[in-house]
């Protein structure tokens, strides 16, 4: 079984992946008096694919969906319907095998590090349950610290309140990587960093990508960032998918006009003004018929507040949804 999830190009593929949230409590009295529940649909009908070793970047504003899309991928959360794809088999096929080899990096790494835990257990923490001798697991946790560029002797015995931000994410990151996984998703890996120190990360990233042969799904609201990043970029909007292509094709020519606004807040030599985006992603409990951007859209038309757009290919490999094409 593992094998499979070991060969084919397409490490992982989602179809139709759906997760719908309940909205609020609902309880015996709701269900006797009739009341109908009310869904969140965080991630709606999305497909995507991820290459063996690529790095495929979902970018969007916050509230779009992308964090339960990682979590459905390492599978944290489980599908409301649709199935996810590992190599060839869906994920109720292996779900063991696949369990070991997908990991998840959050974006806060003062949340998510336990403050009263040495920083050597809490990279070791992934082996726990393991037949691993004692000598073993000491090796793979100060492996793991100096992939991550730590100095192992300088933090092992440290609290994670002691270390930088910087060094904190780099902690998180050698707990993500000592259990050898395949797959990994990194969640807005540097929204919580300096400025300074995020080229730094993005760095390590890309080389402990080279060096181990990992996938990655980086997870983020910034264009430059999945510019810097990115192979494939797929674009979600309130749930969906609405662009999707190479990162060059998604730069350069950006078809969909929530991506172009996007793009937009990139500050470079021609665009020095920066222009945020007006209005707010809409509710995921009652998205807006039609095109779920059409209240916001400079666009949009008739069609637009009536028919939902579906993906089409405009050019190959490049995805848009979208009536204006
Ligand atoms: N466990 C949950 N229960 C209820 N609603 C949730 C839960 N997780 C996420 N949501 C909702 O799903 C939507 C998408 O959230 P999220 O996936 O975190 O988006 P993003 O990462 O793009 O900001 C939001 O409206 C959020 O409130
Ligand atoms: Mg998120």
Redesign the pocket.
Known sequence: MTEQFDDSDILIRTSKLT?L???SKFGILDRLTGVKPLY????DGVNINIKRRSTVV?V????????????LLVTI?KPTSGEIFYGDLPLSKNFKAVREQVQIVYQNPFESLDPRMDISAIVEEPLLGKKISKEERKERVKQSLESVGLDYSYVYFRKAKDLSGGQRQRVALARAIISNPKFIVL??PTSALDASIQSQVLNLLVDIKEKFGYTYLV?T?NMMVTKYIADEVYV?YA?KIIETGSVDIIMKSPKHPYTQLLLKSIPSLENRKLEPMVGEPP???NPPSGCRFNPRCPYAFDRCRMEEPELKEVESGHWVACHLY
């Not at 969007?60 to 979590?71: A, I, N």
């Open positions: 997760k949230f309940l909205a969140v649909r965080a991630v979902l969007g504003e916050s509230g779009s969906g992308k964090t339960t899309m990682g979590r959360e969640d807005e997870i609201h979600m749930g509710s995921l409990i």
